[in-house]
């Protein structure tokens, strides 16, 4: 099983930006998905979540308005379009999976704890 973040790179203040999480191994289209970002010296934290129906979107104050999450089931994928970039979004985006189908999200949903599954990261750097 295996989560892979991509579409990262360089983008000046108020760019966009879409992350993609694309997974192999098993079908993660009944499994809720997150992402988390980590700052250099900084702890990971949580960005945003996707119920594993799609119904219901959680996000960070920090990034609610700006940042959308979306999923594809029929390819397997997960986005994070970024809009409106400011140089605090400067990070390691990693995309991160429920250790099991079907989960309710409960109000833990933004601790690491709660995923099982992790990606590698794909590095994210706004510009001034």
């Known amino acids: 099983v295996q989560l892979q973040a991509s579409g990262g790179g360089l983008v000046q203040a108020g760019g966009s930006l879409r992350l993609s999480c694309a997974a192999s191994?098993?079908?993660?289209?009944?499994?809720?998905m997150g992402w988390f970002r980590q700052a250099p010296g900084k702890e990971r934290e949580f960005v945003a979540r996707i119920s594993w129906s799609g119904a219901t979107t959680y996000y960070a104050d920090s990034v609610k308005g700006r940042f959308t999450i979306s999923r594809d089931v029929a390819k397997n994928m997960v986005y994070l379009q970024m809009n409106s970039v400011k140089p605090e979004d400067t990070a390691v985006y990693y995309c991160?999976?429920?250790?099991?189908?079907?989960?309710?999200?409960?109000?833990?949903?933004?601790?690491?704890?709660?995923?099982?599954?992790w990606g590698q990261g794909t590095l994210v750097t706004v510009s001034s």
């Open positions: 991160a999976s429920d250790p099991a189908p079907r989960r309710v999200s409960s109000s833990s949903y933004a601790e690491k704890a709660q995923y099982g599954y």
């Open positions: 191994g098993r079908t993660f289209s009944n499994y809720g």
